[in-house]
């Protein structure tokens, strides 16, 4: 069994910043690429942004600039410091992760149960 936890997120001013955090936990072999995904109501989901186990990282255009993602490879963890928020950015945070639970099995996809993030203007 794997789980993704998402915490972090809340209400906050427009302007302000947060900071997300996402764990993975359980039976895991290896992390691959971690993420974050949002959706606002009534809109798909889209990418905020995503760092594979090297470090490369990869942003969605409307957070370049405000958003940061960073891991802890060690601990399964995967950051996201949102600065200058708006409140184009509120919406419910996704977790995403590929992970392999044993060695020599292919990699699945996993999602967090997802944190609210709601910016006032």
């Known amino acids: 069994q794997v789980q993704l936890v998402e915490s972090g997120g809340g209400l906050v001013q427009g302007g302000g910043s947060l900071r997300l955090s996402c764990v993975a936990s359980?039976?895991?072999?290896?992390?691959?690429?971690m993420g974050w995904y949002r959706q606002a109501p009534g809109k798909q989901r889209d990418l905020v942004a995503y760092?594979?186990?090297?470090?490369?990282?990869t942003y969605g255009d409307s957070v370049k600039g405000r958003f940061t993602i960073s891991r802890d490879n060690a601990k399964n963890t995967v950051y996201l410091q949102m600065n200058n928020l708006k409140p184009e950015d509120t919406g419910v945070y996704y977790c995403?992760?590929?992970?392999?639970?044993?060695?020599?099995?292919?990699?699945?996809?996993?999602w967090g149960q997802g944190t609210q993030v709601t910016v006032s203007s």
């Open positions: 995403n992760a590929y992970i392999r639970r044993v060695v020599g099995e292919i990699e699945n996809m996993y």
């Open positions: 359980g039976s895991i072999f290896s992390v691959n690429a």
């Open positions: 760092a594979t186990k090297g470090g490369a990282t």
